[in-house]
């Protein structure tokens, strides 16, 4: 597995535990049947979180400055 998968799994068990707690208790089955981009994190944050992947080995230059571009382009777009 590459570390840009890696990376993204982390991410997610990350926001998948953050949002675990919300929304009252009970249960309830969700059926999702698309993708739901949810960004909850400035452009700073990531910025400053991918750049600690990047200096952690977690990825390489290459996916950092794509990731980076990314995270600016889709600022812009606000």
Sequence with gaps: MNRSKV?????MVALAG????????????IK????VNVETKSSGEQLMDLQKAYESGAIN???YN???QDIIDKS???
């Design 66 to 68: 794509k990731m980076r």
């Design 76 to 78: 812009g777009k606000k």
């Design 7 to 11: 990376a993204g799994i982390v991410v």
């Design 32 to 35: 999702q049947t698309s993708p």
């Design 18 to 29: 953050s949002l675990s707690g919300c929304c009252g208790g009970g249960t309830k089955e």
């Design 61 to 63: 230059e290459q996916e």
